[in-house]
């Protein structure tokens, strides 16, 4: 399932052995639990965990907190090491999985 | 492709476990009906340390020392390392000395991140310092930290 | 039928992005950093869709979003019907005579990144608003607002956004007070808001009563706001504290 709006920003090409960069947006407010006496109680709904795989290995994985402000942003780096399929999984509180995959041209 | 077989790949690679005592499942707390944590930033961060000394260099980190309104504080990190398969960053924490839960992020990188370069966005709900520990395969950590001021509006909203 | 009222704004009218932060600006710059453009993203999205209704999408009969090129800088105008219409109810009025759906509603999640995406495709545009004709009776009650003193500080408009540009004003800078990043995601906001959003702010800074979003003063005052800003480039979707 994946109604996320998501932006991810990184190469299409790169050469064997460049660290790319990749830049990640995810539209979520990332909603903190109520506890609070005298209010209504709500759990916690935030994307709690995004992690990349890239030709089938995971490459870079976050575990986010209530901490990390609404619409996530993440970057981070990885090396291009052969053709193949990124693909980028949020996983949100209440067990929602969200996916995109974008394929990066090694040469 | 089989999940297991990820799985065992992944380990086989090099990238880290997550540290005992969190679930890995529900990202960094499992307490999701809670608006708080029960372990405080001192208790959090000495968990982390485990005993060992952390070594006060080797990370830049780039934050706003004036935030302009803390519900969104840009956070860079880069941690100096030799980078060989042996030896690099695996994983990445930053705590906040006063949110309401002081593990803010955890970043798990492994030998083909091929450098320790992340960026994120984080809530500060008030003044207060951030702290950065960046553990290496070797079991060293380094740490670095940042007084962050949050500076308020001037027209609130009124919906 | 209208006075001519002639203050004395600021000669010296300079686009919002001046006006940010070094960080602010930059990240405005960057569409990879920048979270309005998941507005947008949202936005094109919605452009494709087909209606409940069974009829056309946006891009059924408009084409690519591509070709709403320009438009952002042409209004608020007056429509063919006499009313003045900025682009949330340009959308608006397409959504309800020609999609046959209810409006989406002023400040909706998808007024807003309908808004975003077409606003977008006017980046680095000039301003350039009709203010002749039919819409000339807009523009001067546009501007009688602008110098209007209001709320319990007893402010205009002016006197912030002229007399006081670039002074600090607790957390902020005060702008030359212009709707080009609009509509924009406000960090105060955790998301996207419209130019009107953003004048309910100004009018509760003042203690003034706060209108309703669509209303026709601040309508006006966008007429005004946008020949204000004639000749300036669009930066929506902006980037704001």
Redesign the interface.
């Known amino acids: 399932m994946s109604d996320l709006t998501t932006r991810i920003t990184m190469p299409q090409n790169a050469s064997k052995g460049d660290i790319i960069e990749i830049k990640v947006l995810a539209r979520h407010i990332m909603e903190r639990a109520i506890d609070a006496v005298g209010l209504k109680p709500s759990p916690r709904k935030i994307i709690h965990t995004f992690r990349v795989s890239y030709a089938g290995e995971e490459v870079f994985r976050m575990d986010l907190s209530t901490g990390i402000a609404s619409n996530p942003y993440m970057s981070f780096t990885t090396v291009a090491t052969e053709t193949g399929v990124v693909l980028f999984e949020w996983l949100e509180d209440g067990g929602a999985r969200h996916t995109r995959v974008q394929t990066l041209i090694v040469s | 492709?089989n999940r297991q077989?990820?799985t065992r790949?992944?380990m086989a690679?090099g990238?880290a476990l997550?540290p005992t005592g969190?679930a890995?499942?529900?990202?960094?707390?499992a307490t999701?009906?809670?608006?708080?944590s029960d372990r405080n930033f001192e208790v959090t961060e000495r968990e982390l340390l485990a005993g060992r000394l952390p070594i006060n260099s080797g990370i830049t980190l780039d934050i706003?020392t004036l935030s302009?309104?803390g519900?969104?504080?840009?956070v860079g990190i880069k941690v100096d390392s030799p980078w060989t398969r042996e030896d690099h960053i695996r994983m990445v924490h930053?705590l906040?000395e006063m949110?309401?839960?002081p593990?803010?992020?955890?970043?798990?990188?492994?030998y083909?991140?091929?450098?320790a370069?992340?960026?994120?966005?984080?809530?500060l709900a008030a003044t207060q310092k951030v702290v950065v520990l960046a553990e290496t395969t070797r079991g060293l950590i380094h740490r670095a930290e940042q007084e962050v001021i949050v500076?308020?509006?001037?027209?609130?909203?009124?919906g | 039928m209208f006075a001519l009222v002639q203050p004395a704004f600021a000669s010296d009218i300079r686009p919002s992005r001046e006006f940010l932060s070094p960080e602010l600006r930059a990240q405005q710059d960057d569409p990879a950093r920048h979270p309005g453009w998941l507005w947008v993203e949202q936005g094109e999205a919605l452009w494709r869709a087909a209606p409940p209704s069974g009829q056309p999408s946006c891009g059924g009969c408009h084409g690519s979003v591509a070709g709403m090129r320009g438009v952002a800088t042409r209004y608020p105008a007056v429509s063919a019907e006499g009313a003045l219409l900025n682009l949330e109810l340009r959308i608006e009025q397409c959504r309800s005579q020609r999609q046959g759906e209810a409006p989406f509603g002023y400040e909706s999640e998808a007024l807003l990144s309908l808004t975003a995406a077409i606003a977008a495709r006017s980046r680095g545009l000039p301003m350039s608003v009709v203010t002749s004709g039919a819409a000339a009776a807009h523009l001067a009650e546009g501007t009688r607002l602008y110098s209007l003193r209001q709320g319990q500080l007893n402010l205009s408009c002016s006197q912030c956004h002229d007399d006081n540009a670039g002074r600090r004003l607790r957390g902020d800078v005060i702008s030359s007070g212009l709707g080009l990043g609009y509509p924009a995601y406000r960090l105060e906001w955790n998301g996207v808001g419209s130019l009107h959003r953003r004048l309910r702010a100004c009018a509760l800074g003042v203690r003034a009563a706060q209108l309703l979003p669509g209303s026709a003063e601040y309508l006006a005052l966008e007429l005004f706001l946008a020949d204000r800003a004639r000749g300036l480039t669009i930066e929506a979707p902006g980037l704001r504290r």
């Open positions: 492709m077989g990820i790949r992944t690679g990238l997550v969190f890995l499942a529900q990202g960094i707390d999701i009906n809670r608006s708080q706003p302009e309104n519900n969104s504080v840009d930053i906040s949110n309401p839960f593990v803010v992020a955890r970043f798990q990188l492994g083909r991140a091929g450098r370069d992340v960026a994120t966005r984080i809530r500076i308020l509006g001037a027209c609130l909203e009124g």
